[in-house]
RNA sequence: GCCGAUGUAGCUCAGCUGGUAGAGCAGCUGAUUUGUAAUCAGCCGGUCGGCGGUUCGAGUCCGUUCAUCGGCUCCA
């Protein structure tokens, strides 16, 4: 006599054992056809799985994320049902839900899929799904677990259940196929209306380099047919935002094959946006204490093996370069903080001194792998917003809260206001990862937590996701489309005070070891600027954009007036552009709309007679005449509210 | 680095089964002198990513290499 417990405190008494769907047929017909799976004490089953004891639940349907995942665990199932009728033998790794779809591993020997097989397993899918095949749950012995995948010859399989323990074992079955799962699943492959897969990559054996490379299907459906064009629409929308479209369309950067793969080159208008970046922030670290710092490009060798970043990651990295001497050797740097510990050794430091809080827009080079380079997002030659705090260890959590304030200001300024901090911690259970003791570990952990406790942050902690040298607090921003990217990094570092032997002197008149905090707001100049035109959609904030107004003179006749304008509006700071060219003043709106500058201004013989502009805003249209002083108080008032 | 795909004018793209390149936009020139998202005409522009091969003949087929894209892995 089960009892359940709905979401709302009700409760409901069954004679026997009951299923999600019996609860919701008998609280209507309609969630009875939507519910894909149910929530019992928390954990997630098939709806069509008996409850026989008392439990709470919660009936899950597509608008929640855990039932969207049912439904795409699901559809994995019936891609694989398609692919093992269409390609028998095939061998089948892991079939997981994710984020936006499912994907399925797959081992297909000697065949190459192409696209076009794509379209053929997408029918199959569609065919299967209408069929209607139920799933079926199936409690299984590890033995005849593994008998079963021995005959099916699917070593992935088997190796994942020798790794299972017996008891604890489940295949679930919907048509033709078979699967090792955990479940759940919907109750009927019919609630599966729209499919689409999307791409085919490869993908190694458990994320494993060295093992079998394995063919992986993503694909995304939807219980509505309405709803995969939307999602194709959403996706035509993310294209549009790629940073590496816009990047190019508004002249923003460029890479060139001889140049070098991975190392962007700033354009005109792109450097002049960077350098008002960087100027935004050079003006909040002068408030925050920092001292701007210049260091070399390159730095010798054994610089990097003190740090011990050489050891690390020399053999990845940019080879060394030579000199006329025998033997010495020096490389790109890969990050600046070694130098900054030079620096700090330049005199000897008193507690009094501290903190030491050294900033550099310094450029950095990284051999990224090829197949792993990204527009602006990934790439070889980069420059970090970063600095050094070198501070008493009783300084570190107002120092590590000093930093976050900026972050956060930076962020709210830029309207990133949708993002996670994420504290990253080692894992305990592999402390050979890492360097540094327990002790400083601890105490650099409790420091971040602490320091985003007072802050009253969101936090999600990560652990075995610090660096090797010490704990950090990321932050990832979402943009527009919900994307993730992470931008700023603030790191504890135990490691390099210690392998540099940086000291200071303390009141007593000993000798002690600073901590250091790498951090940088932005992350890198390049990585930011990328999410930042994908976050606006190249519709950049008005202090920041290349360009904020263009003259549009109606005809020849304007164009002496037009100048005077421009002269005008450029005395006042305002970035103006004028367009002299004989076109008509739609072409020229048009024009100009597409290239986003904020502000149009039209000007024509009313505008000339009275000293006026007519002013068109980007993606808004007509606001009226201004005088030219009214025109660059709107400017500089919008200018205020965005730096505010 | 690995798997797969792609690579034609500054940009976006066409070019069927091999017969020696084409459009729109941009640019230039001229005409037009224009009132809130494309005025008209003419012209310029490509050793079809590079190299090698098959062939009487290759943008089209094969090999190789470089770059880009989608993933995997990695990210001081």
Not at 211 to 219: K, N
Request: aromatic content about 10%.
């Amino acid at each position: 006599m089960p009892k359940i417990t709905l979401p709302d405190g009700s409760v409901r008494e069954y004679e026997n054992a009951v299923t999600g769907l019996d609860i919701a047929m008998s609280i209507s017909e309609g969630l009875a056809r939507n519910v894909l799976s149910v929530e019992v004490d928390g954990e997630v089953w098939d709806a069509f799985r008996p409850i026989e004891k008392d439990a709470g639940i919660k009936l899950l349907t597509w608008d929640d994320e855990k039932g969207k995942a049912t439904f795409w665990h699901s559809s994995a199932h019936l891609m694989a049902e398609a692919v093992e009728q269409l390609f028998p033998g095939v061998k089948f790794g892991i079939g997981p839900d994710i984020e936006n779809g499912f994907y399925y591993d797959m081992d297909f020997g000697e065949i190459n899929l192409t696209e076009a097989d794509l379209e053929k397993i997408e029918k199959k899918m569609k065919e299967l799904a209408s069929q209607k095949q139920t799933f079926m749950r199936e409690d299984i012995s590890k033995k005849d677990a593994l008998a079963y995948f021995e005959n099916k010859n699917d070593q992935y399989k088997l190796e994942l259940i020798s790794e299972l323990e017996d008891g604890e074992i489940t295949l679930y079955k919907s048509g033709s196929f078979t699967d090792l799962c955990r479940g759940p699943h919907v109750p009927d492959t019919s609630k599966i209306k729209a499919i689409k897969l999307t791409s085919i990559a490869g993908a190694y054996w458990r994320g494993d380099e060295t093992r079998q490379m394995m063919t992986r299907i993503y694909g995304i459906t939807f219980p509505k047919a309405k709803m995969l064009e939307e999602y194709l629409v959403k996706l035509e929308e993310a294209k549009k935002r790629d940073h590496r479209k816009l990047g190019k369309e508004l002249e923003i950067f460029m890479f060139s094959q001889r140049v070098g793969q991975g190392l962007p080159m700033w354009l005109p208008r792109g450097a002049e946006m960077r350098e008002r970046l960087e100027n935004f922030l050079k003006k909040i670290q002068r408030q925050y204490g920092y001292k701007p710092v210049i260091t070399p490009h390159i730095g010798n060798k054994d610089l990097y093996v003190t740090s011990g970043h050489y050891e690390k990651y020399g053999q990845d990295s940019f080879r060394p370069i030579s000199t006329p001497v025998e033997g010495e050797e020096f490389l790109m740097k890969p990050m600046n903080c070694p130098h900054h510990c030079e620096m700090y050794k330049f005199k000897p430091r008193s507690y009094r001194d501290l903190p030491v809080r050294y900033a550099e827009f310094g450029t950095v080079y990284r051999y990224e792998q090829s197949g792993e380079l990204h527009g602006l997002t990934r790439v070889r030659g980069f420059t970090q917003d970063d600095a050094h705090i070198f501070c008493r260890p009783d300084q570190l959590e107002e120092e590590f809260i000093k930093v976050i304030e900026i972050v956060l200001k930076i962020f709210k300024t830029l309207g990133f206001q949708d993002y996670t901090a994420q504290i990253s911690l080692r894992d305990p259970n592999n402390k050979e990862k890492y360097i540094g003791s327990d002790d400083n570990w601890e105490k650099s952990e409790s420091a971040i937590i602490n320091a985003t406790e007072k802050m009253g942050m969101d936090t999600i902690t990560e652990i075995g996701e610090a660096a090797f040298y010490g704990p950090k607090l990321d932050f990832m921003v979402r943009d527009a489309l919900g994307r993730k990217w992470q931008l700023g990094t603030i790191q504890v570092d135990y490691n390099l005070p210690e392998r540099f032997d940086l000291e200071y002197v303390g009141a007593d008149n000993e000798r002690y070891r600073p901590v250091m905090i790498h951090r940088a707001p932005f992350g890198s100049m390049e990585r930011f600027v990328a999410v930042l035109l994908e976050h606006s959609g190249g519709k950049l904030p008005l202090w920041l954009v290349p360009d904020q107004a263009i003259v549009l003179p109606i005809s020849e006749k304007y164009e002496n007036y037009a100048k005077n304008v421009v002269d005008l509006l450029q005395n006042s700071d305002i970035r103006t552009l004028v367009d002299n060219r004989a076109e008509k003043i739609g072409k020229k709106i048009r024009d100009a709309e597409l290239s986003k500058v904020p502000f149009m201004l039209i000007v024509g013989e009313k505008e000339e007679a009275e000293g006026l502009v007519s002013v068109r805003r980007h993606g808004e249209g007509d606001l009226g005449q201004f005088t030219i002083e009214s025109f660059v108080e709107v400017v500089n008032t919008r200018l205020e509210e965005e730096l505010s």
